[in-house]
């Protein structure tokens, strides 16, 4: 009699599977439908990093990695690759040896982007609710200029599953995918490249 209840107990399993691939979907949507109403059209400001930006960068930082690539990388991959907020005067000198713009709307802080002097675009992140908005655009297209500005000719990244088809609609060419470790987990990015 017991048997009866194993295809049962299966497809509970089945759906808590299904609703745990699904729920995350939902979140982010919901996220972005939300950040949508929120702004209405808000202008979005770019302007160059201060210390000031340190602790809303790192938050920004670590919640793109943690929700904003949870459809790109699974949990451990996520975890591996921010397993807490950056240390604050560690972010702050990482950032203060680069060239970073922040984009910020009416509410704060929404996204940052830097570049290294060697033509590295190291860092591209956005708050998930705002992803899709046109925020890493507007960041890019002001590290691009101020890339041709300092009379550099090519820029290069290694981006991740979610930013690769960013950089490809801006017109960077693939060189090759690569597997790198992080606290002994593995990750799939891209070594990337445009000409300028």
Known sequence: MWFSFIPILA?????????NMISPIRFIQ???KER????????????EFNPDDTAETAQIFFDAVRIGTVLYYNQSQ?????????????WCQKLSMQEVFVAEDNAGLIGFMSLNNDGCIDLAFVKPDSMGMGVAKKLYSEIESHAYASG??????????????????EGWGLVKEQSTTIN?????????????
């Open 152 to 169: 550099l000719l090519k820029l290069y990244t290694e981006a991740s599953l979610l930013a690769r088809p960013f950089f490809e609609r």
């Open 30 to 32: 919901q996220l972005k």
């Open 36 to 47: 949508a109403e929120k702004t209405n059209g808000r202008p979005i400001h770019i302007r």
């Open 184 to 196: 002994d987990v593995e990750l799939t990015n891209f070594r990337m490249e445009k000409t300028l």
């Open 78 to 90: 996520r975890e591996a690759w921010a397993p807490k907020l950056p240390n604050h005067e560690q």
């Open 11 to 19: 497809m509970g399993v089945f759906l808590m599977v299904i609703w």
